[in-house]
């Protein structure tokens, strides 16, 4: 995973609440491979109207936000669907960071195993940001991992919360994976003890037959 | 309060969450994860596997279920007929993926296939006290068994995939007591839509959701899945409902659950897993039974929910300028006025179906609703699996809904998730069973109404959103 200390860029305001992961990834981009495609699909629906030209109207299509990297929101951002590939448009339209009210739970991890920062800070210090860019269209904000601190237009800084074990998987680039994996013997003697208290979980019988590839 | 061996009251969630932590690291706990449930848009999680250097851990544990992208219509005719390339292709890609690693796959042809939230279940695979781990969102729904279920991205399914575990934070739990008898017409969806009414659509933010009260122990399997389903909704990681004999009952028999002495020994396990009395809530919400209407949404957002006899409601009177601002856009969205009464509401389309509503219970309901007219508007029945879908034809449902005009259709998540090419036109308005009204869920500018079964046959029957007790009489 890549590593996320420290994040300055211009931030685009998002004043609606509830923002859900359709609208950042319309569902019939699901089927798109990760990659630089993404960066289209970011909220596409609001970008591109039906014959899939660019409105000029829609503030995030121009300068400066066409180059924004850190959002700021108000609450339950990213709710609904468990859909990676919002995170996935976010990541290549540039966005390394958002700041919200609050965050639908899936999406919330989801941004964290793919090195996008979310951040929450209170209602007060959600709007008071976006007053500060809306008062100074392509101002920058600087987001602060190692010190847990937003710093907004006018540098005032927000202190924000993170479990440290994300903190440091960020901070040190580390994937889950990676460190699941320093617990092997761990997980080794979890599941002989509790093979040993439910047998029946893994009789072969009582699990639905492997496939074998079709001819 | 504590018992006599001086241990405190635990919740259910504490008991599967202990029996589950491999370890703790900075306050973040490493889960075992009994089963993991794949549908074709996981191919993210595939497509990483191999750069991990890992392999499945436990393929036998993962079960792949072809739904979103599936034909619901003509699916004899094999991959060949699918017009659509991406769509094929997804269905080509997931069947390489599951079956190349030896995943039991529940692909487009067989017997069994279905929502995942539907098969898991019906396979006996979902027990009390497991945990599971979906690549969906409405994984929740498995929560009616008194297991802990989570809905995940794909960089967790991936996780699962190569380890069988899963890393998480620990939720607080939210006790929400549904008390009383439910007057007649009101269905489980009513009681879920009311909830997310009730505690907002991120009042469950951080939490799982246990659902409890006399209302919700008389509800069968179907009804509690249709509860659990739509805990996501609330913003709640999960949601869930204590095991008890309703639970026991449903599972007896079933293909994958545990059998003989297997399943007394299992029996006495699951009847521990309730929540000790005086187990401490982060928070308890009750809704009396009798105050619960059939409902329907009326906006962008399952908050925006009203009993069906209420009207559309008017932005200006709002108090608080972002409510206002939200409510302002999800009129224009839906294309409704303010102070139009939700019964006056005429739609383009009906879908009877999905994770949410596509059970036998649900087609039941729609049925004997459909058997009171004639469809006025297209309206769709899509099975939420073939074995649902068999049932339904063994108890006639299905000439019930063709001799109403209804289309019987094969299982999958269809219109709910607007993937495998059927999707609402733009601007077309639909009373749905589904679970999200979002804005172009269904298709771009698609208009959604979420409802019961029964509320759905009857907008089907007078082509608007119609008030059920007024028909059913």
């Given at each position: ?215 | ?237 999960s949601g869930y409902v204590a095991p008890d004999q309703v639970t026991f ?23 521990t897993l309730a929540s000790d009395p005086g187990a401490v809530y982060a ?191």
């Amino acid at each position: 995973m890549k590593k996320f200390t420290t994040w300055t860029s211009v931030a685009a305001p998002f004043d609606a609440s509830n923002i859900d992961t359709n609208q950042l990834c319309p569902t019939r981009f699901n089927k798109v491979a990760r990659g630089p495609d993404y960066a289209k699909v970011l909220l596409h629906d609001l970008r591109f109207d039906i014959t899939g030209t660019h409105k000029t109207d829609y503030f995030l299509n121009t300068p400066p936000y066409d180059k924004a990297g850190i959002f700021v929101a108000d609450r339950n951002f990213g709710c609904g669907s468990s859909r990676e590939s919002a995170v996935y448009a976010l990541e290549a339209f540039g966005v390394r960071s958002i700041i919200a009210v609050s965050f639908g739970e899936i999406f919330f991890t989801n941004c964290l195993k793919n090195s996008i920062l979310p951040v929450a800070l209170s209602e007060e210090a959600c709007a008071e940001i976006r007053r500060q860019l809306h008062a100074k269209p392509g101002a920058e904000i600087t987001v602060d991992l190692a010190r847990q601190v937003v710093r907004d237009v006018e540098g005032k800084e927000h202190h924000f919360d993170l479990h440290p074990l994300r903190k440091r998987c960020l901070l040190d680039g580390l994937d889950d994976i990676s460190l699941t994996f320093q617990y092997e013997k761990l997980m080794q003697s979890f599941e002989a003890g509790y093979n040993a208290e439910f047998p029946w979980l893994i009789k072969p019988e009582n699990q639905p037959p492997a496939s074998t590839p079709k001819a | 309060m504590a018992d006599i061996a001086g241990k405190p009251p635990q919740t259910l969630v504490d008991k599967v969450w202990n029996r589950h932590k491999i370890t703790d690291v900075e306050g973040e706990y490493l889960l075992y994860t009994d089963y993991l449930l794949m549908h074709e848009g996981a191919r993210h999680a595939f497509d990483s596997l191999p750069e991990t250097g890992r392999t499945i851990r436990r393929p036998r544990q993962v079960l792949a279920c072809a739904d979103h992208y599936v034909q619901t219509k003509n699916r004899a005719a094999g991959f060949g007929a699918i017009e659509d390339a991406a769509v094929r292709g997804m269905l080509e890609r997931f069947e390489r993926n599951a079956t190349s690693y030896g995943l039991p796959y529940y692909g487009s042809d067989h017997p069994q296939q279905g929502i995942m939230h539907v098969v898991a279940p019906e396979l006996g695979l979902t027990q009390p006290g497991l945990l599971i781990v979906g690549a969906d969102s409405h994984s929740t729904t498995h929560g009616a068994f008194g297991c802990l279920a989570f809905g995940v991205g794909a960089s967790d399914a991936l996780h699962v995939l190569a380890t069988q575990a899963l890393w998480m934070r620990k939720p607080k739990v939210m006790k929400v007591s549904v008390e009383g008898k439910l007057s007649p017409h009101v269905a489980a969806k009513d009681v879920v839509l009311t909830v997310i009414e009730r505690i907002g659509n991120e009042g469950g933010i951080g939490h799982i959701i246990e659902y409890a009260g006399s209302a919700v122990r008389a509800m069968a399997m179907g009804e509690r899945m249709t509860l659990c389903n739509m805990a996501v909704e609330a913003g709640a990681l999960s949601g869930y409902v204590a095991p008890d004999q309703v639970t026991f009952d449903y599972l007896k028999g079933r293909d994958y659950a545990p059998k003989g002495e297997d399943l007394d020994k299992a029996m006495a396990y699951w009847k521990t897993l309730a929540s000790d009395p005086g187990a401490v809530y982060a928070r308890e919400v009750t809704i009396k039974a009798e105050d619960i209407a059939p409902s329907v949404t009326w906006g962008t957002g399952l908050h925006q929910t009203l009993p069906i006899n209420g009207v559309v409601p008017d932005p200006a009177g709002l108090a608080d300028g972002e409510a206002r601002a939200e409510a302002q856009s999800a009129i224009e969205y839906m294309g409704l006025k303010a102070g139009q009464p939700l019964t006056s509401i005429e739609v383009d389309k009906v879908f009877i179906g999905s994770c949410t509503n596509g059970r036998i219970e649900d087609l039941r309901a729609a049925a004997a609703v459909a058997a009171l007219g004639k469809a006025k508007v297209p309206a769709w029945v899509v099975p939420g699996s073939m074995t649902v879908k068999r049932q339904a034809e063994a108890e006639g449902l299905d000439k019930v809904f063709i001799e109403a005009g209804f289309e019987w259709r094969e299982a999958g998540c269809s219109l709910c998730t607007a993937l495998n090419g059927e999707h609402l036109a733009e601007y077309e308005r639909c009373a749905a069973t589904s679970n999200r009204n979002f804005k172009g869920r269904m298709g771009r500018n698609g208009r959604t109404h979420i409802l019961s079964p029964a509320m759905a046959a009857a907008a089907a029957i007078t082509g608007h959103l119609t008030d059920i007790r007024s028909l059913a009489k």
